[in-house]
């Protein structure tokens, strides 16, 4: 079993800064990509931000330059750092993991359970 934990979401004021986590636990030999996943309501899920298990990172047009996204490997957690918050950054937030349970065999995606965050004007 495994299980990805989020936590870190809330209410911020627009401008404002909040730092999200996402802790994997359980039957892992190791983790591929990881990313955060965001849905507003009445829009489609969308990709925010993701990182490889080498550190190179994605992200979406719309937080390029105020979202900056980071992972411990030891720690199988993954840090997004939201700054300069809008309105429009108000969603459900979901970690993504991409996990093999052992040595050779594929990887599987996980989400979690999601988190909410509220930017208010």
């Known amino acids: 079993q495994v299980q990805l934990v989020e936590s870190g979401g809330g209410l911020v004021q627009a401008g404002g800064s909040l730092r999200l986590s996402c802790a994997a636990s359980?039957?892992?030999?190791?983790?591929?990509?990881m990313g955060w996943y965001r849905q507003a309501p009445g829009k489609q899920r969308e990709l925010v931000a993701a990182i490889t298990s080498g550190g190179s990172t994605n992200y979406a047009d719309s937080v390029k330059g105020r979202f900056t996204i980071s992972r411990d490997n030891g720690k199988n957690t993954q840090y997004p750092q939201m700054n300069s918050l809008k309105p429009e950054d108000t969603a459900v937030y979901y970690c993504?993991?991409?996990?093999?349970?052992?040595?050779?065999?594929?990887?599987?995606?996980?989400w979690g359970q999601g988190t909410q965050v509220t930017v208010s004007s």
């Open positions: 359980g039957s892992i030999f190791s983790i591929d990509a």
């Open positions: 993504n993991a991409h996990i093999r349970y052992y040595s050779g065999s594929g990887n599987y995606a996980h």
